[in-house]
């Protein structure tokens, strides 16, 4: 059981996320802006984050540019779940040391394999 931290503006999103990841026995922790998730995660950094990239305040680019600056944020894992679907916004996210990147709208069954991937959980169970 992985702490996920999911950042999103959209309510949504965030509880269809929320609610496939707990199905899987994670515990998700949530926030609706960049600035209070980046100050959470500078405390106490999850085992992964699920990052939007169009945020106000603080954008998931300049989030993710300060988390990998930071010794303590630096090698958690980043999916970024975006509706920037174009293909230079993906190079983009990878570029600047995202882990994956799935664009909006989303197969759950996707989500849940990018995320076992990520946490090292590839161990034959069937996907979701």
Same mark, same amino acid.
């Given at each position: $059981?992985?702490? !996920?931290? /999911?950042?999103?503006?959209? @309510?949504? /999103?965030?509880?269809?996320?929320?609610?496939?990841?707990?199905? =899987?026995g994670h515990r998700v922790?949530?926030?609706?802006?960049?600035?209070?998730?980046?100050?959470?995660? &500078?405390?106490? *950094? *999850?085992?992964?984050?699920?990052?939007?990239?169009? $945020? *106000? =305040?603080?954008?998931?680019? #300049? $989030?993710?540019? &300060?988390?990998?600056?930071?010794?303590?944020?630096?090698?958690? @894992? /980043?999916? !970024?779940?975006?509706?920037?679907?174009?293909?230079?916004?993906? !190079?983009?996210?990878? #570029?600047?040391?995202?882990?994956?990147?799935?664009?909006? @709208?989303?197969? @759950?069954?996707?989500?849940?394999?990018?995320?076992r991937n990520l946490l090292?959980e590839a161990d034959g169970? *069937?996907?979701?």
């Amino acid at each position: $059981m992985a702490r !996920i931290l /999911v950042v999103d503006d959209e @309510p949504d /999103v965030v509880a269809l996320v929320r609610t496939i990841l707990e199905a =899987e026995g994670h515990r998700v922790q949530t926030s609706t802006h960049g600035k209070g998730a980046l100050g959470a995660m &500078l405390i106490d *950094p *999850p085992d992964l984050l699920i990052l939007d990239l169009m $945020m *106000p =305040e603080l954008d998931g680019f #300049q $989030m993710l540019k &300060l988390l990998r600056m930071d010794d303590r944020t630096a090698s958690v @894992p /980043v999916l !970024i779940l975006s509706a920037r679907s174009q293909t230079q916004d993906q !190079i983009g996210g990878l #570029q600047a040391r995202a882990s994956a990147y799935i664009c909006k @709208p989303f197969s @759950p069954k996707d989500l849940v394999r990018e995320v076992r991937n990520l946490l090292g959980e590839a161990d034959g169970r *069937p996907d979701a």
